[in-house]
């Protein structure tokens, strides 16, 4: 049948009126109508009526309707003589409709709840052949029912990518655009200086000592703090100008028409003058911020986005040093230590794309028995001759917004890497930790992602351990809940790395569904020479316990370190003393992870 089929392609109200032309023309009744149920109403979706004047949109109560008692069981669907059924002839005395056939089947939603119907009517008794239709009726309402949930799933999965497409490119604490969005609209503020030498200027500032203001009032008032600052900065811009939360406290401005990027940057400071009201007006404030502005006119030579926004960071520490609450327009003779990211970002968004950094592997060992468990995978670059340490090349990263690519690089590498060492163990409960960092965290798409490298490299989800900080948790904690919540539902286990570093409390710990506590190196330096030393780690270890987390503590250097370790319980450590960190080749083959 060529309705059967082309039913699922139409739209659910081109699919009701198909199946109404289809019915009027094979089933010889004076009414057809699907309708659906709607606040107490029987609504018509699609109608072809001959005989009772009714139209699509028209509708009365559920109550009033022949098929409420079809839908209950006290009525059948197809009834040639309606007269004859008890529970029609009883309802008939009350109504003016005068029905002499009835026939009427459920149209269900995918979750089996009621729908509407299928309704067909006649003023006149007619044969029993009419029953026959019965299986065609069935096959037509079950067709409506299946395009009806096809809708409503294209429906949700178009509200839901609407919803990722505003989430990627939008702060989800303030809703302004995040650094994505501003990068794309500096970039094309830039390619139209470059063409119609039209001037573009950037605004980069963050707030003066936001760190205490979470120290000593806590997080949500931070956070309430920044969402008060961007409606404030907001107020002191034009209609043009773009506002985004780049990260934590740092905001950025752009300006594409032209005025003075200074007059702008001190109607900002000046909306700082009056108190904040934050806390549930538990607290008042001052809000001090250091601004760097860095512009093009359009006689200057043009520049890349990321030498621009790069210029304003530039001025932005100027201004810091200077004493705060103060503008900084970016000079060339400025050789603040940011400045060394003007020559090495390019190369690094270089050696990103072209998958030109390097991972390293370090064990983690059982202390028990002393074999590795798992690998935590780190990223190294070496530019030219030059090793480029972590600590300058990942902060740069995330200046540059290169940190979801360098992220993206390890985790591919490692779990291809791990796929192969546990192809040569013989077993898939070797383990692999990645460092997540907070702006990774926090993307509703990473999931999907782990879930590809997971896919493609065969792996038990439960061997991929993603490594959040502390401070991961404090920029958009509903939102790392969320993803951290969809990452242990597809298996992979989560870690808390640096424990004892950052500012989380237990509250936003136990939000988060971790597997694995990562004690930092600042509590293992003295472990095996300082009494109190050794008082806080049995503490933390005691903690991690507590809460069901299996511990690793890192910077175990001396035997001395791991004796106190044992002593204490500890069941696993990570450091020089094992291993430093290196190529995969310098671990495997080895005979000791045949029992991991």
Same mark, same amino acid.
């Given at each position: 049948m060529r309705l059967e089929s082309s039913l699922p392609l139409m739209s659910f109200e081109e699919a009701c009126a198909e199946v109404?032309?289809?019915?009027?023309?094979?089933?010889?009744?004076?009414?057809w109508s699907v309708s659906r149920q709607e606040n107490g109403r029987q609504v018509h979706v699609s109608v072809q009526d001959d005989?009772?004047?009714?139209?699509?949109?028209?509708?009365?109560? /559920?109550?009033?309707?022949?098929?409420?008692?079809?839908?209950?069981?006290?009525?059948?669907?197809?009834?040639?003589?309606a007269m004859a059924v008890p529970r029609f002839a009883a309802a008939g005395v009350t109504r003016e409709l005068r029905i002499g056939a009835y026939v009427g089947i459920p149209i269900r939603a995918g979750d089996g709840s009621l729908f509407g119907t299928i309704c067909g009517l006649d003023p006149e008794i007619q044969p029993t052949s009419l029953l026959d239709h019965a299986p065609v009726l069935r096959l037509l309402a079950d067709l409506l029912g299946r395009v009806l949930e096809a809708e409503t799933l294209r429906e949700e999965a178009e509200d839901r990518s609407i919803e990722l497409r505003w989430l990627a490119l939008h702060d989800q604490l303030t809703g302004l655009p995040n650094r994505a969005m501003f990068l794309d609209r500096l970039q094309h503020a830039v390619e139209l200086h470059r063409r119609d030498?039209?001037?573009?200027?950037?605004?980069?500032?963050?707030? &003066?000592? @936001?760190?205490?203001?979470?120290?000593?009032?806590?997080?949500?008032?931070?956070?309430?703090?920044?969402?008060?600052?961007?409606?404030?900065?907001?107020?002191a811009l034009r209609a043009g100008d773009t506002l985004a939360r780049l990260s934590g406290d740092e905001f950025a401005v752009?300006?594409?028409?032209?005025?003075?990027?200074?007059?702008?940057?001190?109607?900002?400071?000046? !909306?700082?003058?009056?108190? @904040?009201?934050?806390?549930?007006?538990? +607290?008042?404030?001052?809000?001090?911020?250091?601004?760097? =502005?860095?512009?093009?006119?359009?006689?200057?030579?043009? =520049?890349?986005? *990321?030498?621009?926004?790069?210029?304003?960071?530039?001025?932005?520490?100027?201004?810091?040093?200077?004493?705060?609450?103060?503008?900084?327009?970016?000079?060339?003779?400025?050789?603040?230590?940011?400045?060394?990211?003007?020559?090495?970002?390019?190369?690094?968004?270089?050696?990103?794309?072209?998958?030109?950094?390097?991972?390293?592997?370090?064990?983690?060992?059982?202390?028990?028995?002393? +074999?590795?468990?798992?690998? *935590?995978?780190?990223a190294r670059w070496r530019h030219g001759s030059e090793d480029v340490p972590p600590d300058v090349f990942v902060p740069m990263a995330a200046r540059a917004d290169l940190l979801p690519e360098l992220t993206a690089h390890v985790l591919?590498?490692?779990?291809?890497?791990? +796929?192969? /060492? !546990?192809?040569?163990?013989?077993?898939?409960?070797?383990?692999? !930790?990645?460092?997540?960092?907070?702006?990774?965290?926090?993307?509703?798409? @990473?999931?999907?992602?782990?879930?590809?490298?997971?896919?493609?490299?065969?792996?038990?989800?439960?061997?991929?351990?993603?490594?959040?900080? *502390? &401070?991961?948790?404090l920029a958009d904690l509903?939102?790392?809940?969320?993803?951290?919540?969809?990452?242990?539902?597809?298996?992979?286990?989560? +870690?808390?790395?640096d424990f004892g570093t950052g500012y989380s409390s237990l509250v936003h710990l136990r939000q988060i569904p971790l597997q694995y506590l990562k004690i930092d190196r600042e509590f293992t330096g003295d472990l &095996?020479?300082?009494?109190?030393? *050794?008082r806080f780690m049995r503490a933390l270890l005691a903690l991690g316990g507590d809460l069901g987390l299996d511990v690793v503590v890192e910077g175990v250097e001396r035997p001395g370190q791991a004796d106190v370790l044992r002593r204490l319980g500890c069941g696993y450590a990570q450091g020089f003393l094992f291993a430093e960190p290196g190529p995969a080749a310098t671990f495997l083959p080895a005979a000791d992870l045949m029992g991991v």
């Amino acid at each position: 049948m060529r309705l059967e089929s082309s039913l699922p392609l139409m739209s659910f109200e081109e699919a009701c009126a198909e199946v109404v032309r289809y019915l009027k023309a094979a089933v010889p009744l004076g009414f057809w109508s699907v309708s659906r149920q709607e606040n107490g109403r029987q609504v018509h979706v699609s109608v072809q009526d001959d005989v009772y004047g009714k139209a699509v949109g028209d509708s009365h109560d /559920w109550s009033d309707s022949y098929c409420q008692f079809m839908v209950t069981g006290e009525a059948p669907h197809i009834a040639p003589d309606a007269m004859a059924v008890p529970r029609f002839a009883a309802a008939g005395v009350t109504r003016e409709l005068r029905i002499g056939a009835y026939v009427g089947i459920p149209i269900r939603a995918g979750d089996g709840s009621l729908f509407g119907t299928i309704c067909g009517l006649d003023p006149e008794i007619q044969p029993t052949s009419l029953l026959d239709h019965a299986p065609v009726l069935r096959l037509l309402a079950d067709l409506l029912g299946r395009v009806l949930e096809a809708e409503t799933l294209r429906e949700e999965a178009e509200d839901r990518s609407i919803e990722l497409r505003w989430l990627a490119l939008h702060d989800q604490l303030t809703g302004l655009p995040n650094r994505a969005m501003f990068l794309d609209r500096l970039q094309h503020a830039v390619e139209l200086h470059r063409r119609d030498h039209r001037p573009v200027a950037v605004l980069l500032f963050d707030l &003066d000592d @936001f760190k205490a203001v979470n120290d000593r009032l806590g997080h949500a008032a931070g956070d309430d703090l920044l969402v008060r600052v961007g409606e404030r900065v907001l107020g002191a811009l034009r209609a043009g100008d773009t506002l985004a939360r780049l990260s934590g406290d740092e905001f950025a401005v752009l300006l594409e028409d032209g005025g003075d990027p200074l007059v702008t940057g001190r109607r900002i400071l000046d !909306s700082m003058r009056e108190p @904040f009201v934050i806390a549930k007006g538990h +607290a008042q404030l001052t809000a001090a911020v250091s601004m760097g =502005v860095a512009d093009l006119t359009g006689h200057d030579e043009p =520049v890349a986005a *990321e030498v621009l926004l790069s210029h304003a960071d530039i001025a932005m520490y100027s201004a810091k040093a200077a004493g705060k609450h103060r503008i900084a327009l970016y000079d060339p003779a400025m050789t603040l230590p940011g400045a060394r990211d003007l020559a090495l970002r390019g190369p690094l968004r270089r050696a990103v794309d072209a998958g030109g950094i390097d991972v390293v592997y370090q064990p983690i060992i059982e202390l028990g028995s002393g +074999a590795p468990v798992a690998f *935590e995978a780190l990223a190294r670059w070496r530019h030219g001759s030059e090793d480029v340490p972590p600590d300058v090349f990942v902060p740069m990263a995330a200046r540059a917004d290169l940190l979801p690519e360098l992220t993206a690089h390890v985790l591919e590498v490692a779990g291809a890497q791990l +796929a192969r /060492w !546990s192809v040569e163990i013989g077993h898939r409960r070797l383990r692999m !930790s990645v460092n997540i960092p907070p702006a990774v965290i926090v993307d509703p798409t @990473f999931p999907d992602a782990v879930a590809g490298v997971i896919s493609r490299y065969g792996l038990a989800p439960e061997q991929l351990v993603l490594e959040i900080t *502390e &401070d991961s948790l404090l920029a958009d904690l509903p939102a790392a809940r969320a993803v951290t919540a969809r990452l242990r539902s597809i298996g992979a286990g989560l +870690a808390l790395d640096d424990f004892g570093t950052g500012y989380s409390s237990l509250v936003h710990l136990r939000q988060i569904p971790l597997q694995y506590l990562k004690i930092d190196r600042e509590f293992t330096g003295d472990l &095996d020479t300082n009494p109190v030393t *050794e008082r806080f780690m049995r503490a933390l270890l005691a903690l991690g316990g507590d809460l069901g987390l299996d511990v690793v503590v890192e910077g175990v250097e001396r035997p001395g370190q791991a004796d106190v370790l044992r002593r204490l319980g500890c069941g696993y450590a990570q450091g020089f003393l094992f291993a430093e960190p290196g190529p995969a080749a310098t671990f495997l083959p080895a005979a000791d992870l045949m029992g991991v």
